[in-house]
């Protein structure tokens, strides 16, 4: 279409290739959801309220479980946040289970790795979600999908 804008290219495809991959490894495991935003820059000065804002607007708060994670990172600003819904967020021992997931992430953008790091981020937060949340025949598989988010 002539009116669609051209996809942000903040990560090549190879860079895209395993964090898409690492989405859909982990909730072959979990009846949780797990989405990742990419923009170039965060237009509130805490991330992590942006990525509630992001986190609203793709409708994450509404999983059957309240189990949904987000992977918000703003590139040019150099800014990340990971924010999961309460159900998730409490079971995983809270603010401590997220440092540690930041701070590996952390560790792949020093590299500046970032495909990498969003995709350790992502299984990490997958394999949470297999210990609480683990997989269900029975219920709906994927309520949100894989795919990666681009905002402006």
């Known amino acids: ?16 290739q395993p964090i898409v991959a690492a989405i859909a490894h982990a909730e072959k495991t979990t009846t949780g959801e797990i989405r990742v935003f990419i923009e170039s820059s965060c237009t ?6 942006r990525a509630k ?3 609203a607007q793709l409708e994450m708060h509404k999983t059957a479980h309240r189990n949904a994670a987000l992977v918000y990172v ?10 999961g819904d309460e159900a998730i967020y409490n079971l995983t021992g809270g ?10 992430m952390v560790s792949f953008f020093r590299k500046n790795a970032h495909g990498e ?5 992502v299984s990490a937060i997958g394999r949470a979600l297999a210990q609480h949340f ?8 994927n309520e949100l999908p894989d795919d990666i988010v681009f905002g402006a």
């Open 53 to 55: 804002e992001v986190f």
């Open 1 to 16: 279409m002539a009116n669609e804008k051209p996809k942000p290219s903040f990560l090549s495809e190879d860079e895209q």
């Open 117 to 121: 790091g969003i995709a350790a981020a």
């Open 134 to 141: 683990p997989s269900d025949p029975s219920a709906s598989q």
């Open 74 to 83: 703003a590139l040019r600003d150099k800014q990340f946040a990971l924010f």
């Open 44 to 49: 509130y000065v805490d991330a992590m309220e």
């Open 95 to 104: 603010a401590d289970f997220w440092k540690e997931a930041a701070a590996q």
